[in-house]
């Protein structure tokens, strides 16, 4: 079925590594797709979104890039900061739909 | 900037007991949602609710789930009876609009049913 798929957490990295957050997604047809971030202690925030093909979504440093022909929406930030911890859940809704279909989530830590 | 907000934080709960998991949408919006979400699951569709009635709802929401919205500002889950597996994060959310990208969350339920 649909469905969201993401790397497994947690990831750890060292403050100004360089980071990546693999997600693909299966879909009958062409998805928007969705990158939301879970600070400790709050809710589930848009970071960035595309809503087709080769859409790139940027947002405080974080890109993704919808790749069809991959069926992928990678998450890539070149710098990453203490203040990047949370939980990272890539998503998507289809246009005749109202549901977002999220995946795992994954734990990211930054180390000072 | 308006907030979804959910109280409570945290709830503890018996086994069979009826619980009520309640959120405050943002003033203006007309879609509201429940979400669910495991401990190291995936967060899980449960119902969308506009116009004062169910637009849809997922497997999981059974006869044990309800939903309503009492007084034009909250918009509350019930869980009738619950039972050990409905011990999970309930996120609420709101869109103003049906375009597929306004929706905002609030902070979750924990809920632990023993």
């Known amino acids: 079925g649909d469905s969201v798929t993401q790397m497994e957490g947690p990831v750890t990295l060292s403050e100004e590594a360089f980071l990546t957050i693999n997600c693909t997604y299966t879909?009958?047809?062409?998805?928007?797709l969705f990158w939301y971030v879970q600070y400790p202690g709050e809710g589930l925030q848009l970071l960035l979104k595309?809503?087709?093909?080769?859409d790139k979504g940027s947002n405080k440093g974080f890109e993704a890039t919808y790749r069809k022909e991959t069926t992928s929406f990678h998450l890539e930030k070149g710098s990453v900061q203490v203040s990047d911890s949370a939980v990272y859940f890539c998503a998507r809704i289809m246009n005749r739909d109202d549901k977002i279909i999220f995946g795992k989530g994954t734990r990211l830590h930054i180390l000072p | 900037e308006p907030e979804v907000t959910q109280t409570p934080s945290h709830q503890v709960t018996q086994m069979g007991q009826e619980v009520i998991l309640r959120c405050v949408p943002i003033s203006n919006h007309l879609y509201f949602y429940w979400y669910r979400q495991i401990l190291g699951q995936k967060v899980e569709f449960l119902v969308s609710?506009?116009?004062?009635?169910?637009?849809?709802k997922s497997e999981i929401f059974d006869d044990q789930f309800s939903v309503e919205r009492p007084d034009g500002s909250n918009f509350t889950l019930k869980i009738r009876s619950t039972k050990l597996e409905d011990s999970a994060m309930y996120f609420c959310a709101s869109k103003l609009a049906v375009t597929n990208y306004g929706y905002t969350f609030g902070s979750g339920t924990r809920l632990t049913v023993v």
């Open positions: 879909a009958t047809g062409y998805p928007s």
């Open positions: 595309a809503t087709k093909a080769d």
């Open positions: 609710f506009y116009n004062n009635e169910i637009s849809e």
